[in-house]
């Protein structure tokens, strides 16, 4: 519920206040198991008391399984993980990170991602085995703000030798921020565009 400035702060706490003093919450579990992503409206309707009002939403979009996301909804999931409190671990992930100086006023950090060759899917398409990951992260510094950032995407093709090689090996992405001394915490984010499964890396260093 919006509280628009008026600037009048007493009052708008007291508009706070009536507006939850006698509630309820009506919830329910949608029939619908469709993966589908379609949006599915809401209409409730209440023929009770006529002071009563209803706030709710009028429609929520459905879940849909990764592989009917378009790009718009691959890069909102990418964006959305990026940005959670707790990373997602579906996929291994080590990140090596080291730094050295470029001038009087610089640094280079060289950031190596690296990934279980294992856990990655792998698809057939024109004849050769191949795999696609996608790779986006951030460098904030201490105060929070994003410094810096990255966005990639990585399509490896192998052939049946270099397939089988996989299992054994990892898959490594090479990327580097150029900063100023500091602290800072870099989080990094990749996903197996196969299957959906994301991965994530974080971490402070000064």
Known sequence: KALLDNNDLAQGVVNAEKSIDSYYI?????????LDGKYRKIKIAYNGDASAKLSYRVGYWGNKTFSNYNKVDKERQLADAL??????????????????????????????????????????????????????GELKEEYVVTVTNVR?????????????????????????FTILPGTYTIKMLARDNETGRDGTYMRKST
């Open 26 to 34: 009506l919830g329910y579990y949608s029939t619908n198991s469709n």
């Open 83 to 136: 940005m959670l409190g707790d990373p997602i671990t579906d996929l291994t992930i080590a990140l090596e990170v080291n730094y050295f100086q470029l001038n009087s006023a610089e640094y280079f950090c060289p950031v190596a991602m690296k990934i279980p060759g294992k856990e990655l899917a792998l698809a057939k398409k024109g004849g050769n085995e191949h795999t696609m990951i996608d790779f986006i």
């Open 152 to 176: 990639d995407t990585v399509d490896i093709k192998m052939s049946g030798e270099t397939a089988a090689q996989l299992t054994k090996q990892p898959i490594q992405y090479d990327t580097g």
